[in-house]
């Protein structure tokens, strides 16, 4: 079975513009997650869809957006990009997401550089 | 609210040197708790995990014990490999959906 995909790998951006990521989960999992990853603030959670519904955010500021597909791919975005939000962007995805026991795996990331 | 305490590292080993890496929890409830690890430009693999106390995660001759009465998930290993040299995530899963994650152990094998 895949795992969970990211596309792209790599991005690089100046300040002002916005990003779009793309995160396809493994099959069958409908919970997709998104983590930020910085060497200063470590992982943190972004937000979780399910059933292409958002039912989790973290606390980041409302440039940072997503949405799910009927698919369950799931898409993020940040607009009016600033250079602390240079990070490695995480997705990850769930079979049960309500369990406490439920795993999350995660795929390769993408890396996003604002210049 | 959940938060996870990891050793700092970095951590430096010669192979075949016994490693262990500290990790205690603060969470509500009872949380399942989790060993994530990330090789160099890679994303989070899940090494092992435990879902209740006394319980113990295993794989790859990694090692870990739910530890409720100490809150604590500590990772070990007997003897470590050059390719064990990664970052070593603890982090758990209470009642809220997302992973709260400790800040990483570095670790560094050497030949």
Partial sequence: KAGVTQTPRYLIKTRGQQVTLS????SGHRSVSWYQQTPGQGLQFLFEYFSETQRNKGNFPGRFSGRQFS????EMNVSTLELGDSALYLCASSLFPDRITDTQYFGPGTRLTVL | GNSVTQMEGPVTLSEEAFLTINCTYTATGYPSLFWYVQ?????LQLLLKATKADDKGSNKGFEATYRKETTS???EKGSVQVSDSAVYFCALKGSARQLTFGSGTQLTVLP
Wanted: charged share 10%; with cysteine; aromatic share 12%.
């Fill in chain 1, 71 to 74: 698919n369950s791919r799931s």
């Fill in chain 2, 39 to 43: 090789y160099p430009g890679e994303g």
């Fill in chain 1, 23 to 26: 995160c396809s989960p493994i």
């Fill in chain 2, 73 to 75: 998930f500590h990772l």
